[in-house]
């Protein structure tokens, strides 16, 4: 069983380490697409038709969604049975209507 154990410390060790490396890999060219977005949007980079704003906005919106998403996946990575049990716990499905 202790082997067993350690085992499962190492895979639980080894899964943290890769959510950490996904996680930098993915935030690191979206960092610089909110760079670039933003240099563009405020005009430091030339003049913008109306429709390249627009597209801005687009790819900005969708760039947030990204780095949401890698928020959620290491906060997910994060949780532990036990923190989840504390954040359950009282919670009543009927309070949210």
Do not use: C, W
């Not at 943290?16 to 697409?33: A, D, K, M, W, Y």
């Not at 947030?64 to 716990?89: C, E, G, M």
Request: charged fraction near 25%; proline fraction near 3%.
């Amino acid at each position: 069983l202790r082997a067993r154990a350690r085992e499962l410390e190492h895979a639980d060790h080894l899964r943290g380490t890769i959510v950490q490396n996904i996680s930098h890999e993915l935030r690191n060219p979206l960092t610089f697409l909110t760079g670039y977005i933003g240099l563009m949007q405020g005009g430091e980079l030339g003049p913008l038709t109306g429709e390249q704003e627009h597209g801005l906005e687009v790819i900005a919106a969708k760039v947030d969604t990204l780095i949401n998403l890698v928020d959620d996946f290491v906060t997910l990575n994060n949780i532990s049975p036990d923190t989840l049990q504390r954040t359950l716990q009282g919670f009543r499905l009927r309070e949210i209507d």
